[in-house]
Nanobody, 126 residues
Framework: VQLQASGGGLVQAGGSLRLSCAAS????????MGWFRQAAGKEREFVAA????????FSADSVKGRFSISRDNAKNMLYLQMNNVKPEDTAVYLC????????????????????WGQGTQVTVSS
Protein backbone atom coordinates (compact mmCIF):
# COMPACT_ATOMS: atom_id res chain seq x y z
CA VAL A 1 0.00 0.00 0.00
CA GLN A 2 1.26 3.45 -0.92
CA LEU A 3 0.00 6.40 1.08
CA GLN A 4 0.42 10.09 0.34
CA ALA A 5 -0.72 12.64 2.89
CA SER A 6 -1.40 16.27 2.04
CA GLY A 7 -3.28 19.32 3.23
CA GLY A 8 -1.05 20.48 6.04
CA GLY A 9 -0.03 24.07 6.56
CA LEU A 10 -0.08 27.03 8.91
CA VAL A 11 -3.39 27.78 10.63
CA GLN A 12 -4.40 30.05 13.49
CA ALA A 13 -5.71 28.64 16.74
CA GLY A 14 -9.45 28.08 16.50
CA GLY A 15 -9.28 27.54 12.76
CA SER A 16 -9.89 24.45 10.64
CA LEU A 17 -7.90 22.28 8.31
CA ARG A 18 -8.63 19.13 6.34
CA LEU A 19 -5.90 16.60 5.75
CA SER A 20 -6.12 14.10 2.91
CA CYS A 21 -4.43 10.78 2.34
CA ALA A 22 -4.40 9.17 -1.09
CA ALA A 23 -4.09 5.37 -1.04
CA SER A 24 -3.14 2.93 -3.77
CA UNK A 25 -1.98 -0.64 -4.20
CA UNK A 26 -4.53 -2.49 -2.06
CA UNK A 27 -8.27 -2.87 -1.75
CA UNK A 28 -8.68 0.38 0.11
CA UNK A 29 -12.34 -0.12 0.96
CA UNK A 30 -11.44 -3.22 3.04
CA UNK A 31 -8.49 -1.71 4.89
CA UNK A 32 -8.54 -0.20 8.36
CA MET A 33 -6.95 3.23 8.36
CA GLY A 34 -5.64 5.67 10.91
CA TRP A 35 -4.01 9.02 11.54
CA PHE A 36 -1.09 9.55 13.88
CA ARG A 37 0.99 12.61 14.67
CA GLN A 38 4.47 13.33 15.87
CA ALA A 39 5.53 16.63 17.35
CA ALA A 40 9.18 17.67 17.41
CA GLY A 41 11.04 15.83 20.14
CA LYS A 42 8.04 13.70 21.06
CA GLU A 43 6.88 10.18 20.37
CA ARG A 44 4.35 9.34 17.70
CA GLU A 45 0.81 9.38 19.06
CA PHE A 46 -2.53 8.11 17.89
CA VAL A 47 -5.08 10.61 16.58
CA ALA A 48 -7.96 8.73 14.94
CA ALA A 49 -8.81 5.46 13.22
CA UNK A 50 -11.58 3.90 11.18
CA UNK A 51 -12.66 0.24 11.11
CA UNK A 52 -13.85 -0.56 7.59
CA UNK A 53 -16.13 -3.45 8.61
CA UNK A 54 -18.21 -1.68 11.20
CA UNK A 55 -17.58 1.89 10.15
CA UNK A 56 -16.70 2.57 13.74
CA UNK A 57 -14.31 5.42 14.39
CA PHE A 58 -11.89 5.87 17.25
CA SER A 59 -10.37 9.15 18.43
CA ALA A 60 -7.79 10.20 20.97
CA ASP A 61 -9.23 12.01 23.97
CA SER A 62 -7.18 15.07 23.08
CA VAL A 63 -9.02 15.53 19.76
CA LYS A 64 -12.51 14.21 20.53
CA GLY A 65 -15.18 16.66 19.50
CA ARG A 66 -12.69 18.58 17.31
CA PHE A 67 -11.26 16.12 14.78
CA SER A 68 -13.11 13.57 12.69
CA ILE A 69 -11.87 10.81 10.39
CA SER A 70 -13.68 9.79 7.24
CA ARG A 71 -13.04 8.05 3.94
CA ASP A 72 -14.22 8.07 0.35
CA ASN A 73 -13.81 4.54 -0.99
CA ALA A 74 -14.69 5.57 -4.53
CA LYS A 75 -11.71 7.92 -4.55
CA ASN A 76 -9.39 5.82 -2.34
CA MET A 77 -9.08 8.77 0.00
CA LEU A 78 -8.84 9.12 3.77
CA TYR A 79 -9.52 12.44 5.48
CA LEU A 80 -8.96 14.10 8.82
CA GLN A 81 -11.13 17.13 9.45
CA MET A 82 -9.53 19.29 12.10
CA ASN A 83 -11.69 21.94 13.74
CA ASN A 84 -10.96 24.35 16.58
CA VAL A 85 -7.26 23.56 16.33
CA LYS A 86 -4.91 24.39 19.18
CA PRO A 87 -1.16 25.15 19.29
CA GLU A 88 -0.61 21.72 20.87
CA ASP A 89 -1.95 20.13 17.67
CA THR A 90 1.23 21.24 15.90
CA ALA A 91 2.93 18.12 14.52
CA VAL A 92 3.67 16.07 11.46
CA TYR A 93 0.50 14.11 10.68
CA LEU A 94 0.84 10.65 9.16
CA CYS A 95 -1.77 8.39 7.65
CA UNK A 96 -1.43 4.66 8.13
CA UNK A 97 -3.01 1.43 6.96
CA UNK A 98 -3.40 -1.83 8.85
CA UNK A 99 -3.01 -4.99 6.77
CA UNK A 100 -4.31 -7.25 9.54
CA UNK A 101 -6.99 -4.98 10.88
CA UNK A 102 -7.65 -3.13 14.12
CA UNK A 103 -10.19 -3.54 16.87
CA UNK A 104 -11.33 -1.69 19.96
CA UNK A 105 -8.37 -3.03 21.93
CA UNK A 106 -5.50 -2.13 19.58
CA UNK A 107 -6.64 0.75 17.35
CA UNK A 108 -4.28 3.18 19.10
CA UNK A 109 -1.15 1.02 18.78
CA UNK A 110 1.15 2.21 15.99
CA UNK A 111 2.63 -1.27 15.67
CA UNK A 112 -0.71 -2.50 14.38
CA UNK A 113 -0.28 -0.37 11.25
CA UNK A 114 2.25 -1.58 8.72
CA UNK A 115 1.92 0.96 5.91
CA TRP A 116 2.73 4.62 6.46
CA GLY A 117 2.63 7.78 4.39
CA GLN A 118 5.37 10.40 4.50
CA GLY A 119 3.47 12.88 6.67
CA THR A 120 2.26 16.44 6.31
CA GLN A 121 3.22 19.29 8.64
CA VAL A 122 0.51 21.12 10.57
CA THR A 123 1.51 24.26 12.46
CA VAL A 124 -0.99 26.06 14.67
CA SER A 125 -0.17 29.61 15.69
CA SER A 126 -1.55 31.14 18.87
Amino acid sequence: VQLQASGGGLVQAGGSLRLSCAASGRTFSRTDMGWFRQAAGKEREFVAALDWRSGRTFSADSVKGRFSISRDNAKNMLYLQMNNVKPEDTAVYLCAASEHGINRFNFYFSGRYNFWGQGTQVTVSS
